[in-house]
C-alpha cells in the first residue's frame, strides 16, 4: 500500500480531520516505553496496563505521521481526558481533527481534537492538542 502524503498547514482547514491511524500496544510495545520513561510503578507491569501517557504519546505521534510541521513548531498546550483503562495487546485508533486554525503575523495557531479508541469501539482518550507554527517561505 502506498504512503499517504503529509499534510501541510496551509492545506488544512477547520473541521480537516487525519487519517485515522492504529497501534498495537503489545508487551513489547509497551515495555519500550516503561523503560524509556523510566516508569517504576509496578502496577503497569502487574496488571498489563499501558500508562495514560504511553496512550497520549501513540495518539501525538499518529498526528506527526500525518502532517508536515516546519521546524520551530511547539506544542503549546494539551487537554486530555482519559475514559478508560488501555490493556497490554489492545488496539487503538487514533482520530485528528482540526478545532482550530488562526494566523497571527508570522505564526499559526492549530489546535486538534483526538479522540482514541479501543478495539471493542470504547473512547479510551479524548481531547485538544495545540501547536504554534512558524511561517514557512514557500518562495524559493
Not at 473541521?15 to 508487551?27: K, R, S, T, V
Not at 503497569?44 to 500525518?66: Q, Y
Not at 482514541?116 to 514557512?136: A, D, M, R, S, Y
Request: charged residues 20%; hydrophobic residues 40%; aromatic residues 8%.
Amino acid at each position: 500500500m502506498p504512503e499517504q502524503a503529509k499534510a501541510e498547514y496551509h492545506q488544512l482547514h477547520l473541521g480537516f480531520e487525519f487519517p485515522p491511524h492504529n497501534f498495537i500496544l503489545d508487551a513489547s510495545t509497551v515495555s519500550a516505553y516503561l523503560e524509556a520513561t523510566r516508569e517504576t510503578n509496578e502496577i503497569f507491569r502487574l496488571e498489563c496496563l499501558v500508562p495514560p501517557m504511553a496512550v497520549t504519546a501513540f495518539a501525538m505521534a499518529s498526528l506527526v505521521e500525518a502532517l508536515t510541521v516546519p521546524p520551530g513548531t511547539i506544542h503549546v498546550s494539551q487537554e486530555l481526558e482519559f475514559l478508560k483503562l488501555v490493556h497490554v495487546d489492545d488496539v487503538i485508533t487514533c482520530f485528528s481533527k482540526v478545532s482550530r486554525k488562526q494566523d497571527r503575523g508570522g505564526l499559526h495557531l492549530m489546535n486538534t481534537d483526538v479522540t482514541v479508541i479501543n478495539q471493542n469501539q470504547e473512547k479510551v482518550l479524548t481531547g485538544k492538542v495545540g501547536f504554534i507554527i512558524p511561517e514557512v517561505d514557500r518562495s524559493g
